[in-house]
């Protein structure tokens, strides 16, 4: 599969004060089209900062961003990003959040609407399209910013740990949802965590960064699929693989 995103040498640098931080530093990695790449690494290690670049949201200070052979210069319409905060528009329903893409893009009411309806359907919403932002629980907040994303068909899903902040039932209840709604979508999904079983879970590849984005461990995940997570935990290979991404986020602690 040929690549379709690619970082190329980018390093990244922000100023505080009189002060230059280095965040990452001449990171290299592509990602191949239908792929779904876990990135996978401890807090400070760049992660959120590749993602942003990944986005377009912010320019790399040194190497460069190529999207489809491009250089990314800016956010792609192409390109979806779910941040870990809710940024749900708070007067608007769960419906017309869902909307707001294709509202952007000039899409009718009409057709936006039965778009946004079958979304809301497919991410477990249906009978809360009227519901506001401040009336639905952490998780449903969470389908439903997953649900607005995927309203505008985007190729490429960039997701910084969209489930980190909640419970355990609530997390893998998403995951599932999530592999249900990619596999057989022909999309690519580049997706931030720092919790290792998850990573596996579900990921064809994982890519381990250590400091300022110093690639650790580029594995791909040979696992099959579907992936249940009870089974995984005594499958011997998902236990060496557990082991050997542990090890590399140690190593480079230690």
């Known amino acids: 599969?040929?690549?379709?995103?690619?970082?190329?040498?980018?390093?990244?640098?922000?100023?505080?004060?009189d002060e230059g931080i280095v965040a990452l530093r001449e990171l290299s990695v592509s990602i191949a089209e239908s792929s779904f790449v876990t990135i996978l690494g401890r807090s400070g290690c760049g992660k959120s900062t590749l993602l942003n670049m990944l986005a377009g949201l912010i320019p790399p200070t040194a190497g460069e961003i190529r999207y489809r052979d491009r250089r990314l210069t800016g956010p792609n319409t192409r390109i979806g990003y779910l941040t870990q905060h809710d940024t749900l528009m708070p007067w608007?329903?769960?419906?017309?959040?869902?909307?707001?893409?294709?509202?952007?893009?000039?899409?009718?009411?009409?057709?936006?609407?039965?778009v946004a309806t079958d979304l809301v359907q497919r991410v477990g919403l249906a009978g809360f399209e009227k519901h506001y932002p401040r009336e639905l629980?952490?998780?449903?907040?969470?389908?439903?910013?997953?649900?607005?994303?995927?309203?505008?068909?985007?190729?490429?899903?960039?997701?910084?740990?969209?489930f980190g902040a909640l419970d355990a039932?609530?997390?893998?209840?998403?995951?599932?949802?999530?592999?249900?709604?990619?596999?057989?979508?022909?999309?690519t999904v580049v997706f931030v965590t720092h919790d290792i079983e998850e990573a596996l879970l579900l990921?064809?590849?994982?890519?381990?960064?250590?400091?300022?984005?110093?690639?650790?461990?580029?594995?791909?995940i040979d696992l099959p699929r579907p992936r249940a997570a009870?089974?995984?935990?005594?499958?011997?290979?998902?236990?060496?693989?557990?082991?050997?991404?542990?090890?590399?986020l140690k190593e480079e602690h230690s």
């Open 92 to 114: 608007r329903d769960v419906l017309r959040n869902v909307e707001m893409p294709l509202e952007i893009r000039g899409v009718d009411a009409a057709k936006r609407r039965a």
């Open 230 to 248: 009870d089974e995984l935990r005594v499958d011997p290979r998902f236990v060496a693989l557990h082991k050997e991404l542990s090890t590399a």
């Open 203 to 220: 990921g064809d590849r994982v890519v381990v960064l250590g400091r300022v984005g110093r690639i650790l461990l580029d594995r791909e």
């Open 169 to 187: 039932q609530l997390r893998a209840e998403l995951q599932h949802e999530l592999l249900r709604l990619w596999q057989g979508s022909g999309q």
């Open 1 to 17: 599969m040929s690549p379709v995103l690619v970082a190329d040498s980018v390093s990244k640098q922000f100023t505080k004060g």
């Open 137 to 162: 629980s952490g998780g449903m907040r969470r389908r439903a910013g997953l649900a607005r994303m995927l309203a505008g068909d985007p190729e490429t899903l960039l997701m910084d740990e969209p």
